[in-house]
C-alpha cells in the first residue's frame, strides 16, 4: 500500500538556521502530498500541498516540491524562528473510492528551535 | 476551510467503559473522518463517515469497538467502547476542505484510559 517515511527526530536547531526534513512515499498513481503541522497543544494545521509533479507547495516561509522521479517532498525553510518549534509531518493522499481521499501519514518530525 | 471543534478536549477513564467523542463543523459537509494518533505516533485513520450510510472502517478497526453516528451533516460521534489503556490516544476528526484532496482537523480529544 501507500507509505510515506519521514526522516527521523528530534531536530534541534538554532535560531535563522535552515531546515530540510526529508520525505519520501511509496504509491502508485499520482498522489496529492501535504505538510501538516502540529503546534504543542494544537491540532494539526495543514500548511503546505502540491498536488501533481514539479508543483511547488509554500506558505509562512515553508516550501516542498513534488518530486517524481525522487518520489520525494522534503520540506525546506531557509531561516528557522523558536515560533516554528512544532512537530511536522508528511502525508499523501489514498483513494478510497468515488471520488473520496484518506491521508496517510509519515510518523511526524519533532522540530526545536533554540535562540 | 471548515471549522471543527471537538468534545470533549481530553478525559481520563477506567478500563471496560465507553466514552463519546463529539465532532461538530460549522458547514455542511459530505465526508467526516476519524483518526487516531497514539503517544508518540502518526495518524492513523479509523473510518470514513457519510451522512445517510454505514461508516467505513479501515483494516484493524471495527464497529463495535469504534461505533460512529453521522446523524447530518455538521455532526458525527465516535464512541470507543470497552476501553484499555491501549486505547489512551489523541482522537481527531477532520473534513475535506474545497477540494476533495485537503483535509481540516479538529483540536483533537486526548483520552487516557487507566
Known amino acids: 500500500g501507500n507509505s510515506v517515511t519521514q526522516m527521523e527526530g528530534p531536530v534541534t536547531l538554532s535560531e535563522e538556521a535552515f531546515l530540510t526534513i526529508n520525505c519520501t512515499y511509496t504509491?502508485?498513481?499520482?498522489?496529492?502530498l501535504f505538510w501538516y503541522v502540529q503546534y504543542p497543544g494544537e491540532g494539526l494545521q495543514l500548511l503546505l500541498k502540491?498536488?501533481?509533479?514539479?508543483d511547488k507547495g509554500s506558505n509562512k516561509g515553508f516550501e516542498a516540491t513534488y518530486r517524481k522521479e525522487t518520489t520525494s517532498f522534503h520540506l525546506e525553510k531557509g531561516s528557522v524562528q523558536v515560533s516554528d518549534s512544532a512537530v511536522y509531518f508528511c502525508?499523501?493522499?489514498?483513494?478510497?473510492?468515488?471520488?473520496?481521499?484518506?491521508?496517510?501519514f509519515g510518523q511526524g518530525t519533532r522540530l526545536t528551535i533554540n535562540p | 476551510s471548515a471549522v471543527i471543534s471537538q468534545k470533549p478536549s481530553r478525559d481520563i477513564c477506567q478500563r471496560g467503559t465507553s466514552l463519546t467523542i463529539q465532532c461538530q463543523v460549522d458547514?455542511?459537509?459530505?465526508?467526516m473522518f476519524w483518526y487516531r494518533q497514539q503517544p508518540g505516533q502518526s495518524l492513523t485513520l479509523i473510518a470514513t463517515?457519510?451522512?445517510?450510510?454505514?461508516?467505513?472502517?479501515e483494516s484493524g478497526f471495527v464497529i463495535d469497538k469504534f461505533p460512529i453516528s453521522r446523524p447530518n451533516l455538521t455532526f458525527s460521534t465516535l464512541t470507543v467502547s470497552n476501553m484499555s489503556p491501549e486505547d489512551s490516544s489523541i482522537y481527531l476528526c477532520?473534513?475535506?476542505?474545497?477540494?476533495?484532496?485537503?483535509?481540516?482537523f479538529g483540536p483533537g480529544t486526548r483520552l487516557t484510559v487507566t
Open positions: 504509491a502508485t498513481g499520482y498522489p496529492s
Open positions: 458547514s455542511q459537509v459530505t465526508m
Open positions: 502540491a498536488t501533481k509533479a514539479d
Open positions: 463517515a457519510n451522512q445517510g450510510s454505514e461508516a467505513t472502517y
Open positions: 502525508a499523501l493522499s489514498d483513494p478510497l473510492g468515488q471520488g473520496a481521499q484518506k491521508l496517510v
Open positions: 477532520s473534513t475535506t476542505g474545497t477540494s476533495a484532496y485537503e483535509q481540516y
